[in-house]
């Protein structure tokens, strides 16, 4: 294996998997050996049988991981810095569900949250746009375009292949805000993300309004709490020092508003690994909803498998370091290099208002096709 560490490294042409982050990017190549499991791969990294491990969590567990030991990894400081490119020509072309379908599922949650006899609190439904680009596009210049657009330089791009199956060919590329767990040495981090408005960048008091008007409502709070004390419970289990901030802060992305609360807590050197963290932790109340197996059923009733969307995408050593992050605001781009779809999902209470959650995806959406050259037009096929 080779290890490089250094400021500003050339890019290798095709990237099997980055992760970008304002403090470190990670980059590494396919080859090496496959694991379809985060069981499998922590065995081995404790076995020091591997150096690394790279990959995607799916969104369901159980499901085949694309997880592997990369021949070569490079750990950077800083964000990637994004090459120039030109976004290709791309079209929506379908909605998956349509956007009347969306809000009927999300009325259907509603009434569901709404009875006290019924088990669920909450649930994240989420919709797709499956899209065409006019020729054949490479995974690392979608990972650039989004990089580039974010204030922060958040990116990934993981190749799918080693899940093998249907996912062979594929790359889920995106630009996700949202830290799942990280682990330096001793000290644990957790960013869950709850709660969100979208943001109005053209008009500065509309976009203060929206965030104040974020950070203050009963719902989105009630929402978050979710996520804040499952977050809390799991890191109780396997962590010391656990601290969780009393109320949650503002996150913003350069299309929404969340709240957002940083957890910290402390593991021995031999505690748990950044990636066996993040299995424990995954899927969070954030993108599956809770009770997480209630949430699951119904989530897997109304949309089927999401594959790779709201898993999680990281790295992790052999002395446990390592960070994940939730992988949303993404697209996967299938094997032809020209079909990509895009999904967003929304937390779903007893509190919500179906057309409010359409909006809020909408606005998720824009984070990825925005970059991609389709902003405006999410709400309706061309």
């Known amino acids: 294996m080779i290890i490089i560490n250094a400021e500003n490294p050339a890019h290798p042409a095709d990237p099997a998997f980055v992760l970008s982050r304002p403090q470190r990017t990670v980059t590494a190549s396919a080859g090496g050996r496959v694991f379809h499991s985060a069981a499998e791969a922590v065995a081995q990294l404790r076995a020091r049988r591997v150096s690394h491990i790279v ?68 649930v994240v439904l989420a919709r797709a746009l499956r899209a065409r680009a006019d020729r054949a596009v490479r995974a690392a210049d979608l990972l650039d375009l ?58 500065a008091l509309a976009d203060r309004i929206a965030a104040e008007t974020l950070l203050g409502s009963a719902k989105d709070q009630h929402e978050h709490g979710y996520v804040v004390d499952h977050v809390a419970g799991v890191l109780r289990d396997r962590c010391t020092d656990v601290r969780t901030p009393a109320r ?10 969340h709240l957002g609360t940083t957890l910290s807590a402390t593991v021995p050197a031999a505690g748990p690994s950044a990636l066996e963290l993040a299995a424990a932790l995954h899927p969070t109340p954030a993108i599956c909803g809770t009770p ?25 050593d052999a002395d446990g370091n390592g960070e994940w992050m ?28 179906p057309e409010d959650e359409l909006a809020e995806t909408t606005g998720k959406l824009q984070r990825v096709l925005g970059p991609l050259g389709v902003a405006g037009r999410p709400a309706a096929v061309p």
């Not at 059923?297 to 992790?316: D, P, Q």
């Open 55 to 122: 990959g995607a969590l799916p969104f369901k567990p159980g499901a085949p991981a694309a997880l592997w030991a990369p021949d070569t990894i490079s750990l950077t400081d800083g964000p990637r810095t994004a090459d120039p490119v030109a976004a290709p020509d791309i079209a929506v072309t379908e909605h998956l569900p349509e956007p009347e379908e969306h809000v009927r599922r999300v009325g259907a949650a509603v009434r569901l949250l709404a009875d006290p006899a019924h088990p669920l609190r909450k």
């Open 326 to 353: 939730v992988s949303i605001r993404c697209a996967e781009l299938a094997a032809d290099n020209r079909t990509l779809v895009a999904y967003a999902g929304g937390g779903i209470v007893a509190e919500s208002d």
């Open 248 to 257: 949650p802060d503002l996150t913003e992305t350069p299309a929404m508003w």
């Open 146 to 203: 989004l990089v580039s657009t974010d204030p922060a330089g958040n990116g990934y791009l993981v190749d799918l292949t080693a899940a093998g199956g249907l996912f062979t060919g594929r790359h889920l590329v995106g630009s996700s805000p949202e830290i799942l767990v990280r682990r330096i040495g001793t000290e644990v981090t957790s960013h869950p993300l709850a709660g969100s408005a979208r943001r109005v960048p053209e008009n």
């Open 292 to 316: 997480t197996a209630a949430a699951a059923r119904l989530i897997a009733e109304l949309e089927g498998e999401r594959g790779f969307y709201a898993g999680a995408v990281g790295w992790c």
